[in-house]
């Protein structure tokens, strides 16, 4: 089985018909948890860093273009340094997620968090590990990846 790209993937699944935002939220939100329980956390952040495996990425542009055709959101650089990038995804459906008292404290950015972990470890080529950071007030979420150097991907 070949592996495709995250672009040939777009191109294939690219038509003019789109996912209702309330279908993808019933899945995200409600039946995920249903499936994986108190593990949905840790299931959701390796499947991200699985999904980045799938598809390498070769650049932070290239993972904010993927970030958008997903459907995961805006995705923008709010602060880089030498061993930790700090990004900031916003989007209307997160916003309403955020803004949605019923799910208010289970609403969780797993899945992107490792899905960035693994791009920025196989960009740098040194372990890395993503941290998610909602703000409800500001209806974005924070995601801070952090890596060592030294810790060299073998």
């Given at each position: 089985m070949s592996k495709n790209t995250a672009a040939?993937?777009?191109?294939?699944?690219?038509?003019?018909e789109t996912v209702p935002a309330f279908g993808y939220e019933l899945i995200r939100e409600v039946l995920l948890h249903e499936i994986l329980?108190?593990?949905?956390?840790?299931?959701?952040y390796w499947a991200g860093k699985?999904?980045?495996r799938?598809?390498?990425?070769?650049?932070?542009?290239?993972?904010?273009?993927?970030?958008?055709k997903a459907g995961?959101?805006?995705?923008?650089?709010?602060k880089e340094s030498k061993n930790e990038l700090e990004l900031e995804l916003t989007s209307p459906i997160i916003t309403k997620r955020m803004q949605n008292r019923k799910t208010q404290q289970t609403h969780q950015f797993q899945l992107?968090?490792?899905f960035l972990a693994e791009q920025i470890e196989i960009q740098k080529q040194v372990i890395s590990e993503a941290f998610e950071?909602?703000?409800k007030k500001s209806a974005k979420v924070l995601f801070t990846i952090k890596?060592?150097?030294?810790?060299i991907v073998s």
């Open positions: 040939e993937i777009h191109q294939e699944t690219q038509s003019e329980g108190d593990d949905t956390a840790e299931i959701l699985k999904l980045a799938k598809y390498p990425l070769n650049s932070l542009d290239e993972i904010i273009d993927f970030f958008n995961w959101g805006i995705l923008t650089i709010s992107e968090a490792g950071h909602p703000r890596w060592d150097k030294k810790d």
